[in-house]
């Protein structure tokens, strides 16, 4: 099984960037489809961004589309979520998760990162 840890998180201020990296270790990294889900204190869990294992395709939640993209370097075997003009209501605990196809559903993955807190200060 693959394992997943996910850094890059931090505070920043609204309007403003952060790149968040997963990195993969263990088994194959390249066959796995990855996704971005983000977690708000008393919330569930929610769908970021996907991409497939070749990175030709990507899928992103509405509220992130135009401002967040998902991209992957297989020789690196790392996944990055590009985050640009941040809104507070992004802060979160994002999580890398592995899975077999691009999907948007939490149980459609089945290796998940620790997590990485981003906060996004007004």
């Known amino acids: 099984q693959v394992q997943l840890v996910e850094s890059g998180g931090g505070l920043v201020q609204a309007g403003g960037s952060l790149r968040l990296s997963c990195a993969a270790s263990g088994r194959a990294f390249s066959p796995y489809a990855m996704g971005w889900f983000r977690q708000a204190p008393g919330k569930e869990r929610q769908f970021v961004a996907a991409?497939?294992?070749?990175?030709?395709?990507?899928v992103y939640a509405d509220s992130v589309k135009g401002r967040f993209t998902i991209s992957r370097d297989n020789a690196k075997s790392t996944v990055y979520l590009q985050m640009s003009s941040l809104k507070p209501e992004d802060t979160a605990v994002y999580y890398c998760a592995a899975g077999l196809r691009v999907r948007v559903r939490t149980n459609d993955y089945d290796t998940w990162g620790q997590g990485t807190q981003v906060t996004v200060s007004s």
């Open positions: 991409v497939s294992w070749t990175g030709s395709s990507t």
